[in-house]
């Protein structure tokens, strides 16, 4: 390869370099975050690390328009299908590996300022670039610090923003506490958010990035608080549904309150004759349960016609849990009374079983056991029929015929 094609070489490759970089300064100074970062109020380490971000951006820029000149003037003397003349390698090698542009000095403060000090030497295309990199990757890795707080965040926002505007038509009526909550709630909303906003940086904790990340903002953002207030807003918003409903339902409540009442009382009732026959028949029986107590529809409606949703919701719980417990009673009133009356039939069929066997033994004319078998008869087929005292007599006249066949 010729000096010339080198040369032209190594101008194509600055070139491609510079375009580069323009692309991404030009993304990054017109990237949404930066954006939005120039135009707000800023506060606490976002204010200080931004203020330090954008100062260090300005000099990048400054630092790309001295580079872009000197690479301009390389393009100038060697691009394109132009090779560059023999005449002009010297200055061409000079701008391409010698010091040739000023990187613009931070200000100095006078009383550290040398007398004789002319700024920093000239430096070269490469460590002007390297410069740049490193310049251009502090203030991307503030960028995309600020960014991942803001969309991390912005997830349990949103939800909570989409759950209290879908509330807050229902809130009215419900009762001070509710709107109460309600307002703190959108309060502690709107203060989150605006903390977030104006000082993101805040909730970045460092730590270990993913792997390959670019701009080395290794770390996530700390959305527990916002997590906590997305909870307690799907909590509130949970109850403002609930209230509502009542709100709604409150008639057609209170009246199929009533009618389950009633239901249960006439469930109850028979239950009741079942259990007054049996024990006519059958005993002991569990004693009877006491009854329903006349559930408080005119203060429920009272309640209702208030608007006291909450205290009402409470009462028609309250009334329910009783009318369910009362229901539960009559059940087992039922059944204790269908029970006592398989006991006693059991029982007949076991004495009908045992007379069997002791004729089958010889034993029926056995003066004990035809002794035993009536007196379990008479207990069994004598109402009211004591199932205890009964089940004894059963239990000794099958001891008796045993007996018997243990003598033969």
Not at 132 to 152: C, K, L, P
């Amino acid at each position: 390869m010729t000096p010339e094609q080198a040369a032209a070489e190594r101008v194509t490759k600055v070139l491609t370099e510079r375009d580069a970089i323009q692309s991404n300064l030009l993304e990054l100074d017109g990237s949404f975050t930066k954006r939005v970062l120039d135009g707000a109020t800023l506060t606490g380490q976002t204010r200080d690390r931004w203020a330090t971000a954008s100062a260090a951006l300005a000099n990048l820029w400054e630092t790309f328009l001295a580079y872009s000149a000197v690479v301009d003037r390389v393009a100038a003397l060697g691009s394109g299908n132009r090779r560059p003349a023999r005449k002009d390698l010297p200055e061409l090698k000079a701008l391409l590996e010698g010091g040739c542009l000023q990187l613009p000095d931070a200000q100095v403060p006078l009383a550290r300022r040398d007398l004789a000090a002319t700024g920093r030497p000239p430096v070269t295309l490469a460590a002007a670039v390297t410069a740049m990199r490193t310049a251009f990757t502090g203030v991307a890795r503030v960028t995309s610090q600020i960014e991942a707080v803001w969309t991390a965040v912005g997830v349990p926002f949103d939800a909570a923003t989409a759950e209290l505007a879908r509330c807050r038509p229902l809130v009215s009526g419900l009762g001070q506490d509710i709107e109460a909550d309600f307002r703190a709630a959108e309060a502690d909303l709107q203060a989150q958010r605006d903390a977030a906003n104006a000082d993101p940086l805040a909730l970045w904790r460092p730590g270990q990035g993913s792997a390959g990340a670019s701009t080395g903002a290794a770390g996530q953002a700390d959305t527990s608080a916002a997590e906590r207030l997305r909870a307690q807003v799907a909590q509130l918003s949970a109850r403002i549904t609930e209230l509502d409903r009542v709100r709604r339902q409150a008639r057609a409540s209170i009246d199929a309150l009533a009618a389950a009442a009633t239901a249960a009382r006439a469930a109850r009732q028979e239950a009741v004759g079942a259990w007054r026959e049996t024990s006519a028949r059958v005993g002991p029986l569990p004693p009877l349960p006491p009854g329903l107590a006349d559930a408080p529809l005119a203060g429920l409606g009272t309640l209702a016609s208030r608007g006291q949703w909450r205290q009402l919701e409470t009462e028609l719980g309250r009334c329910e849990a009783e009318l369910a417990r009362f229901g539960r009673e009559t059940d087992e009133l039922r059944a204790s009374a269908s029970a006592a009356l398989n006991q006693r039939d059991e029982l007949r069929g076991l004495l009908r079983a045992y007379k069997a066997k002791a004729a089958r033994l010889g034993a029926a004319e056995d003066a004990n056991v035809a002794a035993r078998y009536d007196e379990a008869h008479a207990l069994l087929w004598t109402a009211p029929c004591d199932l205890a005292v009964a089940q004894a007599a059963v239990a000794t006249y099958q001891r008796a015929i045993l007996a018997t066949e243990g003598q033969r």
